[in-house]
């Protein structure tokens, strides 16, 4: 019998890709969402089951699990980071209060999995070279502490209840029909707009890099760790496609190449530099392709480019923002 998986944040960016490879693979899936929007996920809603619901309710979140049988819980619902320094009050809930409601829900239900979303913003500012798992350093921002905290509290319901977790601390997630909205998204839609053929200001400097993960490897490497499970020893792992980071600039060449006449011009913002600038430049991917065999398909940005841009080209009913 396979899974019964639930995503929160379910009918949002990253879940889109992931549930069509649970689909793929036999999982049942339940979309769990505040907020629902049905574009990114057309061709397959009829496969899945979709719940609206917060995840700040505990009782809207443990009646899903219970009707559905889940025994996976993916964890994707948050407030990106631009989002969470302009409403802390909000972000508090939603990130803290509800991560708190993920764990508490699923020991209270016997879920067996959970995945947790981190990110490269759970590495606090002052980190030079390559961003190991091991490494200590505060974030300054709420949402890069939220982040943290996930991780920490995913290790103790882990030792204290037995139930599987892992943590993935993503690199700037890219790919078709991500929004604006956190301060990485320059990176999506600097590809995504020209796609489009609109025009897109960048909100960071030429220079400015972060490491990028092509959705498309979140996703393999999810499933990969996700099947593996109960085997996993480190339980935090780094994931990017390209080492090193390519800067703003090296992104829109790369367009350029693939979309002719492509307009991006570069308009810096201080507070989004500023919270672009406190994480790393790079993480070292050692740890996930030792420990689950995971290596990003992705690794060459010119593919990447070319794999985004077709998507959205050959999917505009979907992708198109």
Known sequence: MMSVVLITGGTGFISSFLSRDLLRRGYDVVLYDVAIDETLIKDFKDKVKIVKGDIVNSTQLAEAVKTYGVDTIVHYAALKSSTAEVNPALAYKVNFEGLWNIFEVARANDVGNVIFASSVAAYGPGLRGMAKEDVYTVPHGLYGISKQLGEMVGLWFFRKYGIEFVAFRYGSVIGPGRRNGGASAYSTLMIQKPAQHEPYSVNVAEASRIPLLYVK????????????????????????????????????????????????????????????????????????????????????????????????????DMYTI
């Open 217 to 316: 490897d979140a996703v393999d490497a999810t499933l990969a760790a996700y099947e593996r499970i109960k085997k996993l020893k480190s339980r935090i792992y780094n994931l990017a496609s390209l080492s090193p980071s390519p800067s703003a600039k090296n992104i829109a060449e790369s367009v350029r190449k693939r979309v002719l006449g492509a307009e991006i011009t570069f308009k810096p913002d201080k507070k989004t530099t500023e919270i672009i600038d406190s994480w790393p430049t790079d993480m070292d991917i050692t740890r996930a392709k030792n420990e689950f065999g995971w290596e990003p398909k992705y690794s060459s940005l010119d593919a990447l480019t070319a794999d985004f841009v077709a998507e959205v080209q050959l999917h505009p």
